[in-house]
């Protein structure tokens, strides 16, 4: 047998280079396709946006965004449950820049962006008291499920307010909650023979809305001849956007503060994967009053000042009155 000429070594060579060289391309393709959790993941997503989020347009554009991210290589490769949240997260944001919708771990909590720290209190009353001018104070924190211990304390902080000339509520740290909760509160502060529409939220699923009223019959102190003021900050969003909101259009309040954060949309929570949920606007408020509301564009106060200023600017607002 002849030996090999150096021509036939050198395309011997090339070819088990080439050889080589397409085994890597092929790995590569195959680590870079989407891992078949990630995979199944986005496309859960991408359903369960078009299936329930309010409005039916901009669901179709979340989900088509999703599905085409997919196919472009965006969700390519291994990646944490963390990870992957996280991009989805920033994905469905960029379509839709709702504050409510999120993509979150689900053992995860709310979080806030700006680690605020909120203040801890029971039931989310802090201690209702008196500040000079015989102006009663209370902070509420979150509207919290209208359950017996809130219910109970909630009447216990009015009863204190019930001396005073004027009532200021602090809703600079409030993130939200329950607008049964928002109903609650909202009947001390009006005659309880008449109930009056304070706001309807409309859901997309079932084609139904639910009017919220003034309660007729509630525990503690009748308030409706207090004037009444709320203090807000662009943290104040959801459910305490909705009770400044209703209290704004009916002329009942005047709100001190910053622009609130601009989330009117009731939610659901999806599980999307294992470790991952999905936070799904599903209802929209809409006020018996403007036909609108605050979404993405927050509510502006009456009296426009910083939210460490809003306090002593409504004192002096009342002490002027």
């Known amino acids: 047998m002849g030996a090999i000429s150096s021509v036939d070594g050198f395309i011997f060579t ?16 195959c680590d870079a396709r989407p891992a078949p959790h990630v995979e199944s993941t986005v496309k859960a997503l991408a359903t369960a946006l078009k299936d329930n989020y309010i409005y039916e347009d901009k669901a179709e554009q979340m989900s088509d965004h999703l599905l085409q991210r997919l196919g472009e290589g965006k969700f390519d490769g291994e990646m944490t449950d963390e990870q992957l949240a996280n991009l989805l997260h920033e994905e469905v944001r960029s ?9 979150r771990l689900s053992s995860r909590g709310r979080s806030t962006s ?5 203040p801890s209190y029971p039931n989310g009353f802090g201690k209702a008291r008196m500040l000079a001018g015989q102006v009663g104070y209370l902070e509420i924190t979150g509207f919290h499920n209208p359950i017996s211990a809130f219910r109970a304390d909630l009447t216990k902080q009015m009863t204190l307010l019930s001396g005073a000339k004027a009532v200021i509520l602090d809703l600079r740290n409030n993130g939200g909650g329950s607008p049964e909760a928002v109903q609650l509160i909202s009947s001390y502060f009006f005659d309880r023979s008449k109930p009056v529409h304070l706001n309807t939220l409309y859901f997309r699923n079932s084609d139904s809305s639910t009017d919220f009223y003034t309660l007729q019959e509630i525990e503690g102190p009748d308030l409706q001849s207090k004037p009444l003021l709320i203090l807000t900050s662009d943290y104040t969003f959801s ?3 909705e009770f400044t909101y209703n209290m704004q259009s ?13 989330g009117a949309h009731p939610v659901n929570r999806y599980t999307i994967s294992e470790g991952i949920v999905a936070i799904i606007p599903v209802g929209r408020a809409i006020n018996p009053i403007t036909k609108t509301n605050w979404e993405g564009v927050g509510i502006k106060p009456d009296v426009e000042v910083d939210e460490e ?3 002593d600017k409504a004192l002096e607002l009342l002490s002027g009155s």
Do not use: W
Not at 114 to 118: G, H, M, P, S, Y
Not at 250 to 262: F, H, N, P, Q, S
């Open 95 to 103: 379509v839709v820049g709702d504050k409510h919708l999120r993509i």
């Open 14 to 29: 090339l070819m088990i280079k080439c050889f080589y060289f397409s085994l890597l391309v092929v790995a590569f393709a």
């Open 114 to 118: 700006n680690r605020r720290e909120v």
């Open 250 to 262: 009916l002329k009942r309040a005047t709100i001190v503060g910053e622009t609130t954060g601009g």
């Open 309 to 311: 200023s809003a306090l």
């Open 239 to 241: 459910a305490a956007e």
